[in-house]
């Protein structure tokens, strides 16, 4: 199949993130083949840094501290920027414009720039200057309020950051992309703003549609995606370990049912009233017999079932193993660990199956490339403008 490693080569991104939307982004775009440069604050300058690991541990990334508080700074960014493609923003509104380096400031020189906000609530709006993470993202857009619930009735807390990586980072890959696709053909650039909680509202669309046409409010329990019918549904096995079933269709249910040893259950499938009942029927079943050896029985017979695993069984599961999902970065102080790969759909590994990754800063080289004398370097650098 053909891969997708290097489908964005030749385009430079400007990443102004240190953690969230924006380093989601950022990161798919560098295993696309962009060349990505991560610029964040010289040392004592504030700002928060990420564990060396994350965010693929910074692999075909390079680096750069800039004082975007000095002119001499601004000017510096707006030399990279000059020739740069894409820039990436996940300051609130209006920051960038404060410090000289946002979208008209870069345009004046690059009218081809593709320059995207990352924001939790977007450019505008009531909410928009609003502080946030994850958690308020899926707050607001609706995905908390369609989780299960926890013993005293809140929604249980999501366990992936869906608004950042979803949400906001896939969200900001896709509009990205095509901005660059467009610029292709019109010489004009963009300015994107990508909100995650705008990306947490298209992943919700199903329920959102649902209540805009029926006037029928998605909540726990109350329809087939959430929890409402046994056939779509967590159990607990013999072991204390848990299976996913997500049989749906009638066929598949009554298969399930039947290598559950309770065939006459399937006609119940989508009876409101036999659904406390099936699902007990299903959970006593379920208890005779370990989870693997369920899985063993099930998964391949059109069942719809699926372990539940914990993070360290997918870090070993044969499956992903197979499809190449987990690769190997090596950092000069830390030494070798195995990651996650390149796992958007075409994603190619690297060659000899490690990534050479490091925390050092390419700033010399960066600058002299935006054209920037040695001397003029040297002296933003012994001034601590940049590192």
Same mark, same amino acid.
């Given at each position: 199949?053909?891969?997708?490693?290097?489908?964005?080569?030749?385009?430079?991104?400007?990443?102004?993130?240190?953690?969230?939307?924006?380093?989601?982004?950022?990161?798919?775009?560098?295993?696309?083949?962009?060349?990505?440069?991560?610029?964040?604050?010289?040392?004592?300058?504030?700002?928060?840094?990420?564990?060396?690991?994350?965010?693929?541990?910074?692999?075909?990334?390079?680096?750069?501290?800039?004082?975007?508080?000095?002119?001499?700074?601004?000017?510096?960014?707006?030399?990279?920027?000059?020739?740069?493609?894409?820039?990436?923003?996940?300051?609130?509104?209006?920051?960038?414009?404060?410090?000289?380096?946002?979208?008209?400031?870069?345009?004046?020189?690059?009218?081809?720039?593709?320059?995207?906000?990352?924001?939790?609530?977007?450019?505008?709006?009531?909410?928009?200057?609003?502080?946030?993470?994850?958690?308020?993202?899926?707050?607001?857009?609706?995905?908390?309020?369609?989780?299960?619930?926890?013993?005293?009735?809140?929604?249980?807390?999501?366990?992936?950051?869906?608004?950042?990586?979803?949400?906001?980072?896939?969200? &900001?890959?896709? @509009?990205?992309?095509? /901005?660059?696709? !467009?610029? *292709?053909?019109? $010489? =004009?650039? +963009?300015?994107? %703003?990508?909100?995650?909680?705008?990306?947490?509202?298209?992943?919700?669309?199903?329920?959102?549609?649902?209540?805009?046409?029926?006037?029928?409010?998605?909540?726990?329990?109350?329809?087939?995606?959430?929890?409402?019918?046994?056939?779509?549904?967590?159990?607990?096995?013999?072991?204390?370990?848990?299976?996913?079933?997500?049989?749906?269709?009638?066929?598949?249910?009554?298969?399930?049912?039947?290598?559950?040893?309770?065939?006459?259950?399937?006609?119940?499938?989508?009876?409101?009233?036999?659904?406390?009942?099936?699902?007990? &029927?299903?959970? @006593?079943?379920?208890? /005779?017999?370990? !989870?693997? *050896?369920?899985? $063993? =029985?099930? +998964?391949?017979? %059109?069942?719809?079932?699926?372990?539940?695993?914990?993070?360290?069984?997918?870090?070993?599961?044969?499956?992903?193993?197979?499809?190449?999902?987990?690769?190997?970065?090596?950092?000069?102080?830390?030494?070798?660990?195995?990651?996650?790969?390149?796992?958007?759909?075409?994603?190619?590994?690297?060659?000899?199956?490690?990534?050479?990754?490091?925390?050092?800063?390419?700033?010399?080289?960066?600058?002299?490339?935006?054209?920037?004398?040695?001397?003029?370097?040297?002296?933003?650098?012994?001034?601590?403008?940049?590192?």
């Amino acid at each position: 199949m053909t891969t997708t490693a290097g489908m964005l080569e030749g385009v430079t991104v400007l990443d102004l993130s240190t953690v969230g939307p924006g380093s989601r982004c950022s990161a798919m775009l560098a295993d696309l083949g962009a060349d990505v440069v991560k610029v964040g604050r010289p040392p004592g300058k504030g700002g928060i840094e990420p564990h060396w690991w994350a965010y693929g541990a910074g692999r075909n990334t390079r680096r750069i501290r800039i004082d975007m508080t000095d002119p001499r700074g601004v000017e510096a960014f707006l030399a990279l920027a000059a020739t740069a493609d894409v820039i990436l923003d996940s300051f609130r509104p209006g920051v960038v414009d404060k410090l000289g380096i946002g979208y008209e400031a870069v345009a004046a020189r690059n009218p081809g720039i593709v320059y995207a906000h990352l924001t939790g609530f977007g450019q505008d709006g009531p909410y928009a200057r609003w502080a946030g993470h994850d958690i308020d993202y899926l707050a607001v857009g609706g995905f908390l309020h369609t989780q299960g619930r926890r013993p005293d009735g809140g929604p249980a807390i999501a366990g992936a950051t869906i608004a950042d990586s979803a949400g906001g980072g896939m969200h &900001a890959v896709i @509009a990205i992309t095509a /901005a660059l696709f !467009r610029r *292709e053909r019109t $010489a =004009e650039g +963009a300015r994107l %703003d990508v909100a995650a909680t705008d990306g947490v509202l298209s992943l919700m669309q199903l329920h959102i549609d649902e209540y805009l046409a029926t006037g029928t409010e998605p909540g726990p329990d109350s329809t087939l995606l959430t929890g409402r019918y046994a056939c779509y549904q967590a159990y607990e096995c013999a072991d204390g370990r848990w299976v996913a079933v997500g049989a749906i269709e009638g066929k598949f249910f009554r298969n399930l049912c039947g290598a559950l040893g309770i065939p006459e259950r399937a006609a119940d499938q989508y009876d409101d009233a036999a659904q406390d009942d099936l699902k007990a &029927a299903l959970a @006593a079943a379920f208890k /005779a017999k370990p !989870r693997d *050896e369920w899985v $063993a =029985e099930l +998964a391949d017979a %059109d069942t719809c079932v699926a372990p539940i695993l914990t993070i360290a069984e997918v870090a070993g599961d044969p499956h992903l193993v197979a499809r190449g999902a987990f690769t190997v970065a090596r950092h000069p102080e830390h030494g070798e660990v195995r990651q996650l790969g390149p796992v958007l759909a075409g994603g190619e590994r690297p060659l000899n199956g490690v990534y050479e990754v490091s925390s050092e800063t390419h700033t010399e080289e960066l600058l002299a490339a935006a054209g920037l004398e040695s001397g003029r370097i040297t002296e933003l650098m012994d001034e601590g403008v940049v590192a």
